[in-house]
């Protein structure tokens, strides 16, 4: 299994990016998908989250400002970020929990996609 990331860059301040992100390989099932960021100097912390049930849950910074989408039929999660501001610049990973066999769950990470907002 794999999670590949896709669409991360540079952009000035008030710019918008989408990043996405396929799960590939043999699993049966996705529970949780979505998005965590690591800032300089700072915990990985939650972005956006696309629950089982449907249910969206984002981090407080990004409430407001960024959109999460998830397509089931196509294994994807996609992030969409408006209105960047300097301290969005951060490694952005995709997060997956996989059912990869009855009664087995496993949780999945991107290679990571780096995002820089500036000035």
């Known amino acids: 299994v794999q999670l590949v990331e896709s669409g991360g860059g540079s952009v000035q301040t008030g710019g918008s990016l989408t990043l996405s992100c396929a799960a590939t390989g043999n699993f049966l099932t996705i529970n949780d998908m979505g998005w965590y960021r690591r800032r300089q100097g700072q915990e990985r912390e939650l972005v956006a989250v696309v629950r089982n049930g449907g249910r969206k849950d984002y981090g407080e910074p990004v409430k407001g400002r960024f959109t999460v989408f998830r397509d089931k039929e196509r294994d994807t999660v996609t992030l969409q970020m408006d209105n960047l501001q300097e301290e969005n610049t951060a490694v952005y990973y995709c997060?997956?929990?996989?059912?990869?066999?009855?009664?087995?769950?496993?949780?999945?990470w991107g290679q990571g996609t780096e995002v820089t907002v500036s000035a």
């Open positions: 997060n997956s929990d996989l059912i990869v066999q009855a009664t087995i769950e496993r949780d999945y």
